[in-house]
């Protein structure tokens, strides 16, 4: 089940990738499991070549804390294990952790 996870999630990198301008948006939502351990969820948005919408889950993160800096860290780590590069993210959107946006931001890609 994880392989075939794996492979859906790359063919989802691989589609952001071959548009003829690679652009995304990226989705942090954070929410406590039934242990009690901080999860984000990371969803990519992004517009294929006929001009449909796509909204697409990539996976669930455990998080150690929910400080600006610690879930700017695992949404680069999300996107650098796909190849998404920063410079084509095109929007972000964080319920709860808005200071990652002073982290993010500052890079450019807002």
């Not at 548009?19 to 929410?31: E, K, R």
């Not at 952790?97 to 890079?107: D, E, H, K, R």
């Amino acid at each position: 089940l994880g392989i075939m996870s794996n492979d859906i999630i790359r063919g989802i990198a691989d589609t952001i990738h071959s548009l003829p301008v690679t652009q995304f948006a990226l989705i942090v939502d954070g929410t406590q499991d039934v242990s009690g351990t901080e999860q984000e969820s990371v969803c990519l948005h992004y517009v294929d070549h006929d001009l449909i919408p796509h909204e697409e889950f990539i996976g669930f993160y455990a998080v150690t804390e929910t400080t600006g800096e610690s879930l700017a860290k695992m949404a680069i780590d999300a996107l650098s294990r796909l190849h998404l590069l920063l410079s084509a993210l095109r929007g972000q959107t964080y319920d709860g952790a808005t200071n990652v946006w002073q982290i993010l931001g500052s890079t450019g890609c807002n």
